[in-house]
């Protein structure tokens, strides 16, 4: 399989997870791939297989070698014959001081490099493919060039690759290895060099580079690998007792039912070489760690299974950095490398404990910490908020699970003195402080960071008091209810999943204060409950496929479009295919919906948040220039890389492939998106610079008569402000700036300020669009040459459409003109209706607005009295039962303030004890009803609230309020005679079951 896919710190490639001996099958981590009609399940057997302790060799537990941890190792926990000195014996000739995180990562880069390799830096957890969650491998950003959609930019790459994973998030911190950021270490080759030279290379990297011995390193291949085999036995010199032939589902990797295939290779790493090699089992976790993994794309598997040979080879590869640091730095997990410990240091002083002297649920919460931190921290700086949806959900509960386990170890308050403070950004600063060489951004997004978790800290803080006060609500039903359970109040696994995932309760605190108050926990229920959300996590993280569609096979044959949209709106070009209906035509005729291709186009093609152009495109008669055919353009995208897909309809005459044709772009409508874009631009330099230049682009849309634009922020903008910002973008236009465009490297337009649209991806060349003073930003869009072209720029909405993303709608241009004019129209419109002038129509609308109020107030008044009146007559209606007067009545159309009155009325009119139940249909739809009851009924134990809610069931609706007094609503009137009736039949029950 892919290598970062198989080689997270999650799983290995065939073994299944070092989970505790007592951890269900069902929590074992399944990576699963089509595979010829079937799920391919990796990374679990059927079987058992040998389990150790979760330290670096099964039986024993080394103490970390950190700076600030004393050296050593503990006594051992088991009576296993292996040695502690084997488990902790040198690597090589290096010192664990040598192999720092970063050296590792370094060490891996420059080797690569220095073999022909371009270094890359790391793509965003927030991968540019839909089929993708989140970044689990570090092959993902280099999928298009497998497939063939895209040329390759280089012959082979080396990456450092972000990546997350959380379908295992309960066995963090349990396991020697399970996390949910890790960072993959990879080597790539688009068709330049193939098997030998990328084992080879592995092999001199880890033995001599990073000094592995030899005699500790086993080899995994296909079990028909003889080529892979005869390299590692025969050029490597690799014992054949220490190469292992696995079968498909362990060692060959497929895209999916069809598509790019072959086999992999591993190479694990034996912590104890003395037990021998006759039985050695590459599964045992305890003895062996999977570190390295290479996989071989060579064949092309067909519909029919058969496999054949690819024209062009590839190399993917993929080390985890935290398995590697595990090995070099010689502590027993991957949580007490340099790469991580640091936070956990950071968490253990701000609860009081040290983690080298603390029990093994105190290490397990810290390194929970430790590994959640990096998580968030990473996905926060690459845009993903936290929210209730999506991977902002991913976000919000990480940091939910960090802030309930610190809470739960003795955390409080900011650890600068301030017990009121939030904890995570402290420990944020301590993982920010850790990215400098994988992601450098990270820290230019320090304060946006560090604020977005102090607000989701405090929040969720909230929550968990609320949550707090339900379970106190839950224990007392529980509690009121134990007749139903054999006389033992029990909280149900619901309840407790409950208040886990929606309030953060740690289940732990629950079944504590359970206890107290006399409750049992249903565990069982609420192992399901986990189980369920479980699957649905596993079910949301896809991992990479790689599949080959008819289409992409037709268009991989399309050479690429050369772009002239930037200079000129028409242009003669060539017709390079045609598809319809994702078949290949080599003529389409009037009528039919039709993709074409051409050789070049001054259309814009989708991207970059800006819509694809529109136009048409003209066929003329090779002798007498009569125009043959007409076809209308009302949408362009780009397919592999850089071809364009031009869409649209024929509405006259034929085209045909290999015939010249005219291009003509219309030019109001690219007008328009210019304009928009532009204005984009800048409204991006005002938000930056009224509110802040922490905040960043989310997403936006240019079209042809507006804009969006959504960013990062906290809160709503005030009026002042969007006044602000839209004076300052309009003042940029009137400047009259005449813009600049150039082409540049990457890194200087990154050195010289430009900004990088959030998610999009760029080329080792770079089009920076300047506006002088201004704005800088990467951006391939079309744009206006001056400010002035934008004619005026004006904010029509701001709202939050997610927690932490603000969006901002606009209009610029012609649109701008237009919704101005329309604007003043209406205010005419308004004034003559008014008939005041428009600088009175403020004054005028108030004035009519508080008569109104108080039309309003003397109707309803009027209305309540109706009502009083009303049930006067019926005081003397009413039912006695048991000394208890009783009133239940239809009102009709009271309302619902009516209705209170009435009730409030009856129930100060009747002696105590009185029971009041009114309904009524107010119109619309609805129904109302209320309960009042006098003390002597309250005192009976029968109560307004639960009453009336059972009742408005009935109605299709809902309610509740007070012992005293309740008011409910529903939308089935119709059903309002029967649940007044029921209401009589209960209450008369109520009372005579009381009394009696």
Known sequence: MEA???????????????????????????????????????????????????????????????????????????SSSASVESATQEVGAASSGEWSGDAIRRRFLDFYAARGHKILP????????????????????????????????????????????????????????????????????????????????????????????????????????DEAFSIWHNEVGVPKERIKRLGEDDNFWTSGATGPCGPCSEIY?????????????????????????????????????SLEPLKQKNIDTGMGLERMARILQKVPNNYETDLIFPIIEKAASMALVSYTTADDAMKTNLKIIGDHMRAVVYLISD???????????????????????????????????????????????????????????????????????????????????????LLDELLDEALSSAGNNGGKPCLSGKDVFLLYDTYGFPVEITAEISGERGVI?????????????????????????????????????????????????????????????????????????????????PFYAESGGQVGDNGFLYVYGEEDAKQKAVIEINDVQKSLGNIFVHKGTIKQGSVEVGKEIDAAVDAKLRQGAKAHHTATHLLQSALKSIIGSETSQAGSLVAFDRLRFDFNFHRPLSEEELMKIESLVNQWVSSATHLETKVMDLQDAKNAGAIAMFGEKYGEQVRVVEVPGVSMELCGGTHVSNTAEIRGFKIISEQGIASGVRRIEAVAGDAFVEYVCARDNYMR??????????????????????????TRNEVSSLRSKIAVLKAASLAN????????????????????????????????????????????????????????????????????????????????????????????????????????????????????????
């Open 4 to 78: 970062a896919a198989l080689l997270s710190p999650t799983a290995t490639s065939r073994s299944p997870l070092p989970l505790l001996s007592t951890a269900p099958a069902a929590h074992r981590l399944h990576v699963l791939l089509p595979l010829s009609g079937r799920r391919r399940r990796l990374c679990l057997r059927s079987s058992p297989r040998p389990r150790g302790s979760l330290g670096c060799a099964g039986d024993c537990v080394v103490r970390s070698m950190g700076s600030s941890r004393e050296r050593g190792v503990l006594v051992k926990t088991s």
């Open 122 to 225: 790391s793509s965003s957890l927030v991968p540019d493919d839909p089929t993708v969650f989140l970044t689990i491998a570090g092959m993902l950003q280099f999928k298009p060039i497998f497939l063939g959609k895209e040329p390759r930019r280089v012959p082979c790459a080396t990456t450092s690759q972000k990546c997350i994973r959380t379908n295992d998030i309960e066995n963090v911190g349990r396991t020697s290895r399970h996390q949910t950021f890790f960072e993959m270490l990879g080597n790539f080759s688009f068709g330049d060099y193939f098997k030998k030279e990328a084992i080879t290379w592995a092999w001199e990297l880890t033995t001599k580079e990073f000094g592995l011995p030899p005699e500790r390193l086993w080899i995994s291949v296909f079990q028909d690998d």
């Open 269 to 305: 790493y034996d912590f104890y070489p003395e037990r021998g090699s006759s039985d050695a089992d590459l599964g045992d976790d305890s003895r062996f760690i999977e570190f390295y993994n290479l996989v071989f794309m060579q064949y092309n598997k067909k519909d029919d299974g």
């Open 383 to 469: 845009g993903v908020i936290p929210s209730n949806i999506g991977r902002g959900y991913v976000v919000r509960r990480l940091i939910r699970r960090v802030v309930r386990t610190g809470r739960l170890i003795g955390i409080r308050g900011d650890g600068h003195g301030n017990s009121e403070g939030a904890f995570l950004p402290s420990l944020a600063e301590v993982a920010i402080s850790l990215s400098t060489e994988i992601d450098p951004d990270v820290e230019s997004r320090r304060k946006s960071i560090l604020g977005e978790l102090q607000r989701e800290e405090l929040r969720f803080v909230q929550t968990l008091e609320r949550g707090e006060k």
């Open 521 to 601: 926990v249903d565990m069982k229920g609420f192992d399901m409950e986990m189980e369920n959300q479980r699957k649905q996590s596993q079910a949301a993280h896809n991992v990479v496929k790689l599949s080959v569609g008819n289409e992409t096979e037709i268009v991989k044959s399309i050479p690429d479009t050369e772009f002239l949209g930037y200079d000129s709106l028409s242009a003669t070009a060539v017709v390079k295919g045609l598809l319809v209906n994702g078949n290949s035509v080599n003529v389409v005729s009037e009528g039919s919906d039709v993709e074409i291709f051409l050789d070049r186009t």
């Open 829 to 854: 419109c308004l004034c003559s209706s008014l008939k005041v002038k428009a600088e009175d129509v403020n004054g005028r609308v108030e004035t009519i607005l508080e008569e109104l109020r108080t």
């Open 877 to 996: 209606k009413a039912t006695t039962i048991d000394n208890t007067r009783v009133v239940v009545e239809n009102m009709g159309d009271v309302d619902a303030d009516g209705l209170k009155s009435a009730a409030e009325y009856l129930v100060d009119t009747l002696e105590d004890p009185a029971a009041v139940i009114l309904g009524s249909s107010p119109g619309d739809g609805k129904v109302s009803l209320v309960a009042a009851f006098s003390p002597g009924v309250v005192k009976m134990g029968i109560q307004a609230g639960k009453f009336v809610g059972g009742i408005a069931k009935l109605c299709g609706g809902g309610g509740g309020g007070k012992p005293n007094f309740a008011q409910a609503g529903g939308r089935k009137p119709e059903n309002l005679p029967g649940a007044l009736e029921k209401a009589r039949d209960e209450i008369v029950a109520a009372i005579s079951s009381k009394s009696s």
